[in-house]
Structures are given as structure tokens and as C-alpha cells.
């Protein structure tokens, strides 16, 4: 069964700070892969897709890397607005496998 | 613009069965396939399957196979997904979102919360 290993599970960090939270295939994706950020009773939003490009409209303090079977979702300079909990997927083919999801929380 | 507009909640008994729909516009509906996602309370993502709106074809998730049926009516846009032999492990927010081949969910419906409990 396709896993996407997703870290931390959680974290709390201070504004300002920088936050880095991974997402590991347990096969080779090349880049398709997109991070997404969900608020409580929302609906989830697209932030990063080919692993990289950010969408229109989202902070340039969010970034994404990787390809292959490890990625990275960065938040430069971590704000208030960003308490969230964020997903990585994958899409290439069936199954869309999710990640297991990375609550973000302010110190 | 793009909207994808699904149906209300639902309240339904264990070993009933329950069809979520999902009414696209704003774009050819055809060109493109609908996933479905599911969120159990207080838990993650779970991607349940696709639907090609052009010829139908279809992928679920394995934990879901026998259970769940989607479809597509092009003649109204819209898509549905059934779920069958209901429990309490399928109380969720139910989601449809757009997806072109080879490309990422990108438009996503509002949710409808399905309810199981006798």
C-alpha cells in the first residue's frame, strides 16, 4: 500500500521562526506532489503544487521542495494567520495518498 | 468561476446507504475527473477514489472498493458517490474537488457532513 510519511505530526513555534515540515513517498513520485493548508471547519486550500510552484494568491513566505520521495514545505517567517493544519498528496496516479497531516500551532 | 456546489447533510442509520452530490460550473465538465475526499472529526485527509467525467472511468481506494460507486451525469454536471453498508467509522465532511489528468486537485466543494448513528 502507497504511504506518505508525513513530519512532524505537530509543532509550535514562535512568530517569526522558521518552520520546515516534511513529507517522504514510499515510492518515487518525481514532483507531483502539492502541499495544502486547512483551517479548522474549512475547506482545505491549495498552496504548492509540482512539489514547488507556488499558487497564485499564497504568501511568498511558503515554499516547497524536493522530488523523487522527499519533500519539503517551508514557512520563511512563521505568522499568526498560518495556524493550520498542512497536508502533502500525491497525484501522479492512483491512489491520491494523503499525508498524515502537520498541525501548526504559535508558541 | 469555477464552483463545484455539493448537496446537504445527512443523517443516516448503520447499514444504510448514503449518495453525496457534487454540481460543477464554470468549466467544461468533461475535460476533467472529480476526486473525492473524506475527514473523519478531529482526523486527516482520506482520499476515497476518481471519476473521469469524460468516459466514466474509475479508481477507489482499496478500503473503500465494493462499497462505494461514483458517477457522473453530464447531461446537469454533476457527480455523485455513494456509500453503502454505512457505520460510524463513516461519519465525515465529505469533499469533491476537480482534478485534470496529471495535475493536482485544485477546486474543491464546500463538504457535506454525513452523520451515522442509529
Known amino acids: 500500500d502507497f504511504q506518505m510519511t508525513q513530519s512532524p505530526s505537530s509543532l509550535s513555534a514562535s512568530v517569526g521562526d522558521r518552520v520546515t515540515i516534511t513529507c517522504r513517498a514510499s515510492?518515487?513520485?518525481?514532483?507531483?506532489l502539492a502541499w495544502y493548508q486547512q483551517k479548522p471547519g474549512k475547506v482545505p486550500k491549495v498552496l504548492i503544487s509540482t512539489a514547488s510552484t507556488l499558487q497564485s494568491g499564497v504568501p511568498s513566505r511558503f515554499s516547497g521542495s524536493g522530488s523523487g520521495t522527499d519533500f519539503t514545505l517551508t514557512i520563511s517567517s512563521l505568522q499568526p494567520e498560518d495556524v493550520a493544519t498542512y497536508y502533502c498528496q500525491k497525484y501522479n496516479s492512483a491512489p491520491l495518498t494523503f499525508g498524515g497531516g502537520t498541525k501548526v500551532e504559535i508558541k | 468561476q469555477v464552483q463545484l456546489v455539493q448537496s446537504g447533510a445527512e443523517v443516516k442509520k448503520p447499514g444504510a446507504s448514503v449518495t453525496v452530490s457534487c454540481k460543477a460550473s464554470g468549466y467544461t465538465f468533461t475535460s476533467y475527473g472529480i476526486t473525492w475526499v473524506r475527514q473523519a472529526p478531529g482526523q486527516g485527509l482520506e482520499w476515497m477514489g476518481w471519476i473521469s467525467a469524460y468516459n466514466g472511468d474509475t479508481h477507489y481506494a482499496q478500503k473503500l472498493q465494493g462499497r462505494v460507486t461514483m458517477t457522473t451525469d453530464t447531461s446537469t454536471n454533476t457527480a455523485y458517490m455513494e456509500v453503502r453498508s454505512l457505520s460510524s467509522d463513516d461519519t465525515a465532511v465529505y469533499y469533491c474537488a476537480r482534478k485534470y489528468t496529471g495535475s493536482h486537485p485544485d477546486y474543491w466543494g464546500q463538504g457535506t457532513l454525513v452523520t451515522v448513528s442509529s
Open positions: 515510492q518515487g513520485i518525481s514532483n507531483y
